[in-house]
């Protein structure tokens, strides 16, 4: 007998992370997939072309925080397991305007729960076992840290900015649905991802962009802050693994084991680009970068222990920093039009997140 596959609601689909792993989730086979997305400014339809014509994957425009149209779309679906991505995303933002990352991160997250806790209740038993909720979230709900160390699992949240206490918060709702309903939760908190469809306002992107038109480019402080680095295809690989694999009720922190200054980073960046691009009158592209006031409540160092995720489920990243890099910055390249139709249309390059 064939089984047929399973069906997974992808939120935050047309988002960075969440088109990725849609993409990843067909182009293996794993599962039919139903993505949700309100379609905010993050949004880009380009990052699912390549499912346009998939009859396995369906794109629906709807608000996390909508209950009536989440009800709606569970009872249609009949998911076997839901990926939460949706979210406000861009630390900036969420210290000029709050108030859009409180509403969708845990309003929206709130609502996704109470619909997924109602449909999963209401499932026979079979269906209602192998149920699973991932709630996708971040490395910053941790804080910051020192020179030496990481976070693992049970390193004690110390959110920063808005946007890490409202992922905060949503990963406490996330463990009390678990906790009080028994909802099937597992959670999962990731470093950086980088890789291609990534809105042009966060570091790597926006970097790309303006190299390109000869523009500085701004580094907060002295460019010493360290992140972890993770290349967006390993992990929706990750997210894969622990929605099918993971352990009900646990959290695994996912990692790039890459860590870098915000300046290193810049500076092999801009080499790549030298390579790239040796005809260009910004090379060296180095000679562009420009250091900024720094961004209010900057975390210094981000450091991801993820070796419960190696020990339980096998999973390393694949792709190395210097490989997935190359990778990247050949996309923007190739892609360039994807960035510029961007910074027409809704965002031109602007510095986000300064205090008056
Ligand atoms: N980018 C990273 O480095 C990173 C690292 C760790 C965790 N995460 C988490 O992964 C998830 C995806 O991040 P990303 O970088 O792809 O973000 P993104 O900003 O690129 O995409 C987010 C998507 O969510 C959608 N969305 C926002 N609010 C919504 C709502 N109320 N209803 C429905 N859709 C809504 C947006 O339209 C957008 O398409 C987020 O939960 C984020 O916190 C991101």
Not at 146 to 158: D, N, V
Request: glycine share 8%.
């Amino acid at each position: 007998m064939v089984t047929a596959p399973p069906t997974y609601i992808v939120t935050g689909a047309a988002g960075f992370i969440g088109s990725a792993l849609c993409r990843s989730l067909r182009e293996n086979g794993i599962a039919r997939v139903v993505g949700i997305d309100k379609m905010t400014y993050a949004a880009s339809r380009e990052s699912l072309l390549a499912l346009a014509h998939d009859p396995q994957f369906e794109l629906i425009v709807a608000d996390i925080a909508d209950g009536g149209a989440m009800k709606a779309i569970f009872d249609k679906f009949q998911p076997d397991g839901i990926m939460h991505l949706a979210a406000e995303t861009h630390v900036d933002r969420s210290i000029d305007r709050p108030d859009a990352f409180i509403q969708s991160n845990i309003v929206g997250t709130f609502v996704l729960l109470e619909a997924a806790r109602r449909y999963w209740q209401a499932l026979e038993a079979t269906k209602r076992d192998g149920f699973r909720f991932l709630h996708v979230s971040t490395d910053e709900v941790y804080g910051s840290l020192g020179s030496e160390g990481a976070f693992t699992e049970t390193t004690p949240y110390a959110p920063n900015s808005p946007y890490a206490a409202s992922k905060a918060s949503a990963d406490h709702l996330a463990r009390a649905w678990h906790k009080t309903y028994g909802l099937p939760v597992v959670i999962s908190n990731c470093s950086n991802n980088y890789g291609p469809f990534q809105f042009p306002e966060k570091l790597l992107p926006l970097s790309v962009m303006k190299a390109l038109n000869g523009e500085a480019l701004p580094i907060y402080g002295k460019g010493e802050n360290v992140r972890d680095w993770l290349f967006v295809a390993d992990h929706a690989e990750a997210l894969t693994l622990i929605l099918t694999r993971g352990r009900i009720g646990e959290k695994y922190n996912v990692g790039g084991d890459a860590e870098r200054r915000n300046i290193d980073l810049i500076h092999d960046l801009c080499a790549m680009l030298d390579e790239a691009l040796p005809q260009s009158a910004h090379c060296p592209h180095r000679q562009l970068i420009r250091f900024v006031q720094d961004r209010p409540g900057h975390d210094e160092r981000y450091a991801m222990d993820f070796g419960k995720l190696r020990r339980e489920l096998g999973w390393t990243p694949r792709t190395s920093l210097s490989e997935g890099l190359r990778h990247t910055v050949r996309w923007y390249l190739d892609n360039r039009a994807w960035s510029e139709a961007i910074k027409a249309r809704t965002y031109g390059g602007e510095r986000l997140g300064q205090l008056p």
